[in-house]
């Protein structure tokens, strides 16, 4: 039996279709969906201004009730798009996304400091920022598995909108999602990868506040665990969370 469509949202540097040889394997109908698009000719934009964007296509193609997978960057825009559209969004599956936070001053302490990792950035090669990028300890397994055609791919990016969207859709201007999908009872279903305790432990913490929050931590896999882990992930889909 197939089950009603999940849209996927890829990460940020991800693709569109990299959830499909996994999903195969399984009793779903996923739709990989290339939210870049929507920002392909802006500038100035935000999380709510892509979701919007996002819920609109969906509804477009006739959807009126759908299932969202977001990963990371992705995963945060799931949770927008249930915000915006909370009739369409009848379930989330969020992989390593974060929540956001309810302090401004920890807030702004967090876009300092990335507006200092962005000067650094700047500085550096597309190539040299993909290097730095993956060897974060968020992707000690993800970079195990990535080729040079995965880099490659990348590179085809344009790396002036790739720093644009680390700034525009940095995780401190976002919305504090915890009390707004607490409010809204969408069923969530989480998973992170127990190498990446920042968000393991993150999902402990929303656990303890939203009770329509189901979570998974997948062992032997990072940040990116439909990659560093794939065979796990099809697994918790399989159990049924």
Not at 26 to 48: E, S
Not at 81 to 95: F, H, M, Q, S
Request: with cysteine; charged share 20%.
């Amino acid at each position: 039996m197939i089950l009603s469509p999940i849209f996927f949202l890829h990460g940020f540097l991800g693709d569109f279709n990299e959830l499909d040889s996994l999903f195969k394997q399984l009793p779903y109908n996923v739709i990989g969906l290339n939210w870049m698009r929507f920002v392909d000719t802006k500038t100035m934009y935000n999380l709510a201004d892509i979701a919007k964007d996002i819920c609109a296509y969906i509804r477009v193609l006739g959807y009126s009730s759908v299932m969202v997978y977001g990963y990371s960057m992705g995963g945060r825009l799931a949770m927008q798009c249930a915000c915006e559209d909370p009739d369409l969004v009848k379930v989330l599956y969020l992989e390593s996304a974060h929540f956001g936070y309810d302090n401004d001053i920890q807030k702004n302490k967090l876009y300092q400091e990335f507006i200092s990792r962005m000067k650094m950035f700047n500085n550096l090669s597309f190539e040299q920022f993909l290097g730095d990028w993956y060897n974060q300890d968020l992707f000690k397994l993800t970079k195990k598995y990535l080729c040079s055609s995965d880099i490659k791919k990348k590179l085809r990016l344009d790396y002036v909108k790739v720093r644009e969207l680390m700034t525009n859709l940095h995780v401190s201007k976002q919305p504090y999602f915890v009390t707004l999908l607490g409010a809204l009872e969408v069923p969530i279903y989480y998973v992170a990868g127990e190498l990446d305790t920042k968000y393991s432990n993150h999902a402990i913490e929303v656990s303890k506040i939203i009770t329509n929050f189901n979570y998974t931590i997948v062992s032997n896999a990072d940040h990116n665990v439909h990659v560093s882990n794939a065979g796990g992930l099809k697994k918790v889909f399989l159990s049924g969370f």
